[in-house]
């Protein structure tokens, strides 16, 4: 399976979703090109069960940091992930 994604608008927002995720799975913020931020998740050799916790850890590091949605990228397909005021993840 190929990594999680999760795009941060800042670095001080990637390493507060790194410190949630790494309860759950190592995680690693990148800058990017544009500014962004990319914190990644190799679920590759991981077990299944290791995304839902992954994913409710990235909903509350959007609320917790006060941000409408966030990117999602998983096995190649992107999503937005909104906070509590649409607590769900839609394909973009």
């Known amino acids: 399976m190929a ?3 999760i795009s941060s608008p800042t670095a001080a ?3 507060v979703l790194v410190d949630l995720l790494n309860e759950h799975c190592r995680a690693v913020a990148s800058p990017q090109p544009d500014s962004t931020w990319e ?3 190799e ?3 991981a077990p299944r069960n290791v995304l839902p916790p992954c ?3 990235a909903r509350e590091w959007v609320d ?3 941000l409408a949605s966030a990117s ?6 992107t ?3 909104r906070g509590s005021t649409g607590a769900r993840v839609a394909q973009e």
């Open 72 to 77: 999602v990228t998983l096995d190649g397909h």
């Open 39 to 41: 914190v990644r998740v």
């Open 64 to 66: 917790r940091c006060g």
């Open 13 to 15: 927002a990637a390493y």
């Open 55 to 57: 994913l409710a850890a």
């Open 79 to 81: 999503h937005l992930l």
């Open 3 to 5: 990594p999680l994604i």
């Open 43 to 45: 679920v590759g050799n």
